[in-house]
């Protein structure tokens, strides 16, 4: 199988003081050579690149690096090749500088521009690149800093991004280096950050009006020997912060440095059909530069901002660092806002309107882990999918993916429900298989806050499911899922398209309908539906094509068709079994791979991706 996942190079570091000489990347203008004394800890890596290979694809010329990890995907951006390093240090470690020198580059000619990533029927080459004469990217090395929680441990990330490869687009010239030596210049903190308490797992936030039907979750959660401590905001009233969100994240904060919690559970969103919330969420202004998505989104949800506490060197990560009430903003390819966004707690909510949603929630909770799940239902993974591009290949590309995800997931039987050319995609072809159990279902396709839907090969038209052969009530919707009766033979579900999390939806908000969203009407369905569901609060999105010309479909190698893919690498491979790890583990390493490429849509991918559901669920029960 071709691995798809860069290939990242994770150092677990045990720091020694050093000097060491490192020579400037350009010699000074005497021609007399100057050396750098470092005095500090430090790492130096070297790379040898092999010259590149290339291949024509759709008028435009493809560069390949035998060595590189992965190729540098982004929406109306030139593709190419990258090869990274991903470092642990003790939590609070300062990067103090990456320091590189190479050998002159040599020039290399081309006939045709490079290849242009495609993340949107909409987009087209970036002018701002393509006709600058300025390289692409502006240096051979780059580098990001973040804080996190790694395997149940807070740390210091540093990934170091190398491109071997630097495009002059207006001169028709790459700039290739052959080697590079880049030193990591670093100081550990002389104490740890974090005393390392652990008094409590679980730390559940929600409103007074909860607060009962939850006292049962508590015990079920102390009786499987996770220890649990429940709030309420009017608990947490007098905790530092400007407004309800930032005093949440402060409590966390805390709960982090005093009880040492891992895992934050959110129970409460709006009220009811009303603009009110019980329990409030954080929302983003990342903004998507024109023609890269389908339309401009101001802000959207975004429950990460409860998650990333510090930065990489142990400070409050407030997501709004000019002060202005306006958080995470992001405004055509500008940062306003410094975000972290690591996840430094494994974090979920349960967006329940009312007691009754809570008391099922709670009960399906409790039924799940209570035993472990007989395979005869759970070693099912249940593929939903069709064409999703109208593109010049005929690509159906929903089922590329599943595909992949069937044999990541090799040890469930595959379940697959494609709209083909020959298959007509029924309602009923959904919720049949969900009624007799899995333990995971995979959607990818297009979304809406109450409905989800395909299209057919092989030039994307029509749309599936519908619920009769008249081609009538379109798409599968919120009201579908009244008719699921799996009862506790409940799934994971993984949800690939727009808009299925934004749980803000009410009458007097927008108007959507008196549903919730669907990726909350599936969690919080009584007598069956799913144990959790992960979703986009916003517009999601997939590449197209093969614009690096390896062979895969980018569909599956960047944006959201990476990070649900990840997901079930780390629960087969790396036999990860708690949901908030795998949700939290597919960020980091989303993180790790794309951060430091100056994309806004990375920022916005990690940020959308809600988990409804408990983070400290035991996949498969205990």
């Not at 494609?418 to 279902?441: H, L, S």
């Not at 409905?451 to 009769?468: E, F, H, K, N």
Request: glycine share 8%.
């Amino acid at each position: 199988m071709k691995k798809i996942l860069a290939v990242v190079i994770v150092l677990i570091l045990i720091a020694s003081a050093a000097i060491i000489t490192i020579k400037y990347e350009k010699e000074p203008e005497d021609e007399e050579e100057q050396d750098l004394i470092i005095e500090g800890d430090t790492i130096t890596e070297e790379y040898t690149f092999s010259y590149p290979t290339f291949s024509e694809y759709m008028g435009y010329t493809c560069v390949h690096i035998e060595e590189a990890d992965f190729y540098d995907i982004h929406d109306m951006w030139p593709v190419l090749p990258v090869k990274t390093a991903t470092y642990e240090f003790p939590f609070g470690t300062k990067i103090l500088d990456v320091i590189y020198e190479h050998p002159e580059p040599e020039i290399i000619s081309l006939t045709n521009k490079i290849s242009v990533g495609s993340c949107s029927t909409h987009s087209t080459e970036d002018e701002s690149v393509y006709e600058s004469d300025a390289p692409f990217p502006s240096s051979f090395v780059s580098y990001k800093t973040g804080g996190g929680i790694s395997d149940g441990e807070h740390k210091t990330f540093l990934t170091v991004k190398v491109n071997p490869i630097s495009y002059r687009p207006a001169d028709f010239e790459l700039d290739f280096i052959d080697k590079i030596k880049f030193t990591v210049v670093y100081e550990e903190p002389d104490k740890p950050l974090l005393k390392g308490k652990q008094q409590k797992d679980l730390l559940i936030i929600t409103v007074s009006d909860f607060k009962n039907p939850l006292d049962k979750l508590v015990k079920h959660k102390e009786k499987m020997g996770v220890k649990t401590k429940l709030v309420t905001l009017n608990e947490i009233k007098d905790t530092q912060g400007r407004d309800t969100q930032e005093k949440m994240k402060y409590y966390i904060k805390e709960s982090i440095e005093e009880l040492g919690i891992k895992y934050v559970l959110l129970v409460g969103g709006i009220k009811g059909q009303s603009k009110t919330w019980n329990l409030p969420t954080r929302y983003s202004h990342v903004v998507i530069t024109e023609n890269k998505q389908e339309s401009i989104e101001p802000d959207f949800i975004s429950d990460l901002y409860f998650a990333d506490i510090y930065d990489s060197e142990g400070n409050f990560s407030s997501w709004d660092t000019n002060n202005n009430d306006i958080f995470g903003e992001w405004d055509g390819s500008v940062e306003i806002d410094e975000m972290d966004l690591y996840p430094d707690v494994y974090l979920g909510r349960l967006p329940c309107r009312t007691k009754r949603e809570v008391r099922i929630v709670v009960d399906k909770i409790i039924n799940y882990e209570k035993e472990k799940a007989s395979d005869k239902w759970f070693k099912k993974i249940i593929l939903v999918a069709g064409d999703h591009w109208k593109d010049p290949g005929q690509i159906s590309e929903g089922p590329l993916i599943m595909d992949e995800a069937a044999e990541i997931m090799d040890d469930f039987t595959p379940v697959k429900v494609y709209a083909t050319e020959k298959n007509t995609m029924y309602i009923r072809d959904i919720n049949g298989p969900i009624n007799k159990g899995a333990g995971f279902v995979y959607f990818s396709g297009h979304g809406g806050a109450t409905a989800w839907g395909v299209r057919y090969p092989p030039d994307c038209t029509g749309a599936a499911p519908q619920l009769t052969r008249l081609g009538i009530f379109q798409y599968y919707q919120t009201k579908n899922m009244n008719f699921l009766r799996n009862r506790y033979k409940l799934p994971i579900t993984i949800v690939g398209g727009c808009y299925n999390g934004q749980f803000d939806i009410s009458i007097s908000k927008n108007g959507l309908g008196f549903s919730n969203c669907w990726a909350w009407k599936l969690t919080s369905k009584w007598g069956g539906g799913s144990i959790a569901t992960i979703a986009n609060t916003a517009l999601g999105t997939h590449a197209m094509n093969d614009a690096d010309q390896d062979g895969v479909n980018d569909y599956l190698e960047v944006l959201d068709g990476w990070l649900e893919l990840r997901f079930f690498q780390l629960y087969s491979y790396e036999q990860v079994e708690m949901l908030g790890k795998l949700h939290s583990g597919a960020i980091k390493d989303y993180l790790h791979t794309f951060i430091n490429s100056g994309d806004e849509m990375d920022l916005k991918m990690v940020q959308q991706w809600e988990l409804f559901g408990d983070p400290s669920l035991k996949v498969g029960g205990y």
